[in-house]
């Protein structure tokens, strides 16, 4: 009989161990909003946190000052849970919020990207909460909160498929021919947060709080908040071809190369390692003057465990002078939202989805974001 429960409680441990959100240090509110199908365009600011190869394509200066960003659950989409929401019944209450995964997030990314050459300053922080097991109830923490700077530089091979800025609408136009570009990017991070699974009816966590913590950061400290520094770096190739209003493009990147580990500064905690992702991408673009359309696709992160049916991304974009719309399907989910720019102003908001179970449509964590950029411009040189 004991062998049956122990059995058993391995297995449960497992499934919310073995969960996962596939974790980046940056990602464009744009891709998330097309189901992260990104490696093959990455034309944003934030470039160099897809494929540093990406800078490439840029014949410009284009600075990004002030850009930030809120993300949240969407409980729009889970109407129906919260009806008749238990005020004062705690067993009722945790019945509602069982399995549901609760998200926070805020982020600036101001960058500069000048010819083939990038800069980004980050502060990112990011809380993911889930209650599991009624019987014996188990909270999963993530928090993390990030802030350093990524540099990255790109060489070119051919002289074509070159984007270049027309300030009246803000679109781009190609030159015709072939692009083959290499990049390499380097990175800091300083990482604080925890990462744990704490047993709320067991001895374990008691003896935390009681084990001297009577302050917020003690506290904090004696659940596992630590704090590291750590270097990593990117590499990526793009090849591009366009030939009048066409361009076909595919790219590969290499994030983290061997995994970005941290060297802790303070805590006794783990400090999760930026594990090294593998991706690859497609994307096919016409544009037509007054609008245009992009569809891409994406296969990753290659070589990291989990079902295969989760590595593939697939998004569409379809854009006239100031209005852009976005869609895309990431993981099994289906991803949307629009941009809105009249200078000095760019808004853009959407709703997406993120696999945090460890198989395809297993357990999905929805949510949304919203994107500011202010005083953004660009030009040609």
């Known amino acids: 009989m004991k062998k049956t429960f122990l059995i058993l409680f391995i297995l449960l441990f497992s499934a919310a161990a073995g969960a996962q ?4 240090v940056g990602r464009s509110p744009k891709a998330l909003l097309m189901g992260d199908a990104y490696t093959a365009i990455a034309d944003d600011e934030y ?5 540093p ?14 850009d930030p960003s809120i993300g949240a659950t969407n409980v729009l989409g889970d109407t129906d849970r919260f009806k008749n929401f238990p005020k004062a019944d705690p067993a009722g209450i945790a019945a509602k919020i069982l399995n549901y995964p609760v998200s926070l997030q805020a982020s600036v990314f101001p960058g500069l990207k000048m010819a083939s050459f990038g800069f980004n300053l980050f502060a990112s922080s990011k809380t993911n909460l889930i209650l599991r097991n009624a019987i014996h109830p188990v909270l999963d923490v993530d928090y993390r909160y990030d802030k350093g700077f990524i540099t990255g530089f790109a060489w070119n091979v051919g002289s074509g498929a070159f984007s270049s800025r027309i300030k009246k ?3 781009t136009k190609v030159t015709t021919g072939q692009r083959l570009s290499i990049g390499a990017a380097f990175k800091f991070i300083n990482r604080e947060g925890m990462q744990d699974h704490y047993d709320l009816f067991g001895t374990s966590l008691l003896n935390k709080i009681n084990s001297g913590a009577t302050d917020l950061t003690s506290l904090k400290q004696a659940l596992g908040y630590s704090k590291g520094k750590a270097y990593g770096a990117d ?3 793009e090849y591009a071809i366009s030939s009048g209003n066409n361009v076909l493009t595919s790219g590969i990147s290499i994030l983290d190369v061997g995994g970005t580990r941290f060297r802790r ?3 006794t905690g783990d400090i999760p390692v930026q594990e090294m992702s593998i991706n690859t991408g497609v994307a096919f673009k016409q544009d037509f003057g007054l609008f245009d359309y992009t569809l891409s696709a994406d296969l990753r992160p290659l070589n990291q465990p989990i079902d295969f049916s989760r590595k593939f991304h697939l998004g569409a974009e379809f854009a006239i002078p100031l209005i852009t719309v976005y869609a895309g399907w990431s993981e099994g989910y289906v991803s949307y939202g629009a941009s809105v720019k009249l200078w000095p102003v760019k808004l853009t908001a959407g709703f997406y989805g993120v696999e945090i179970g460890s198989k395809f449509r297993e357990q999905e964590a929805k949510r949304f974001i919203v994107y500011l950029s202010l005083f953004d411009f660009s030009f040609d040189i």
Do not use: R
């Open 21 to 24: 959100e596939v974790g980046y």
């Open 47 to 51: 470039t160099l946190f897809y494929n």
């Open 53 to 66: 190869a990406a800078l490439g394509k840029n014949k410009g200066v284009s600075l990004t000052p002030l």
């Open 169 to 171: 609408t803000s679109k």
């Open 235 to 237: 590499v990526g190739a």
């Open 265 to 267: 500064t303070e805590g």
